[in-house]
């Protein structure tokens, strides 16, 4: 009897030290981005935490074989098992954290840049926040191609290159000079320069660099179809029906119903026709919630720092 329950125990343990050494290999696979470099300890530590695990599982095949009959060698296989698993389930948890806080600081340092420009006002946010919808939309083969947070942070810095760019062009209400336009056009590499010291956003630099690219070639760099990166792809199309639906100093804004009939002309020679048809099947009110998430915290910042 006593044998029974000690050889449940340490099987209990061994099954449970499989359990989190493959959780702690998702987790390490599912949260690798832009960001992983900034977080070299904790990961550090996921990774330290793998290493214990799989020791302990061959101590737990060499006990389990040798067939020990002790209940409190089984027991303590047990608990330790358990404190581990407990242990990588937490560092987990802070790396998630820590990238929560960190992107809704983003997204806060994105409106404050964004901020008072009629025609840049909350449109990083709002493309962003289309982009993380679409994922949800897109089969699942184009999901595994993309790194979903990559995905984010590079929806979110799309525009961060018109910085660069002398504020009377990009809030101009009439049409560009060839010279403007020109400029305008550098806003892409601008950001990517901006971001290029961080070694660890060159994963996401041509996704920014080339998302105005055109599926018929007549793009910013004259990129065509399958050569433009498929973020770059998803981000172009988000990028269309924000610009399209939000009001700017030289246009109305359009209705759902119209961008998406624009969307849909455009596809095949300025955005991609398979990644319409998907953007085109998602709920009306998913986008309408995009659009509202932003004003909130358009809204909240700048009643908290410029007042009603």
């Not at 074989?65 to 002790?70: F, T």
């Not at 105005?212 to 910013?220: A, I, L, W």
């Not at 961008?259 to 048809?277: H, M, N, P, S, Y």
Request: aromatic content about 10%.
């Amino acid at each position: 009897m006593t044998w029974g329950i000690t050889n449940v125990l340490i099987l209990m343990s061994f099954i449970l030290s499989i359990s989190t050494v493959v959780y702690c290999f998702i987790m390490l696979y599912k949260n690798r981005d832009v960001l992983t470099g900034r977080q070299e300890s904790l990961y550090f530590e996921a990774a330290v935490l793998v290493c214990i695990m799989a020791a302990f599982l061959f101590a737990c095949f060499r006990v389990y074989s040798a067939g020990y009959k002790d209940i409190w060698i089984g027991t303590a296989f047990l608990s330790a098992s358990v404190v581990i698993c407990i242990e990588s389930i937490s560092a987990f948890t802070r790396i998630w954290g820590i990238k929560a806080r960190t992107m809704e600081l983003l997204e806060t340092l994105i409106c404050v840049m964004e901020a008072g420009d009629p025609n840049l006002d909350g449109h990083s946010l709002h493309v962003h926040n289309i982009v993380c919808v679409f994922y949800d939309y897109l089969p699942p083969e184009y999901q595994h191609k993309l790194n979903y947070e990559d995905l984010k942070y590079a929806s979110l810095f799309l525009d961060m290159g018109k910085l660069g760019i002398p504020r009377s062009i990009i809030t101009k209400s009439g049409k560009l000079t060839r010279e403007e336009m020109e400029l305008m056009r550098r806003h892409p590499e601008i950001c990517v320069k901006i971001l290029g010291s961080l070694a660890s956003f060159k994963r996401i630099s041509d996704w920014i660099l080339y998302h105005h690219e055109r599926v018929d070639g007549k793009g910013y760099h004259a990129l065509s179809g399958s050569d433009i990166p498929l973020a770059s792809r998803i981000i172009a199309v988000a990028d269309t029906y924000s610009a399209l639906t939000m009001d700017r100093t030289y246009k109305a804004s359009m209705s759902h119903d119209e961008a998406i009939t624009e969307l849909r002309q455009a596809a095949g020679t300025q955005l991609d026709a398979g990644l319409v048809g998907y953007f085109c099947d998602i709920p009306k009110h998913r986008l309408e919630e995009c659009m509202l998430s932003v004003r909130r915290i358009t809204e909240r910042y700048q009643d908290e720092h410029f007042g009603e």
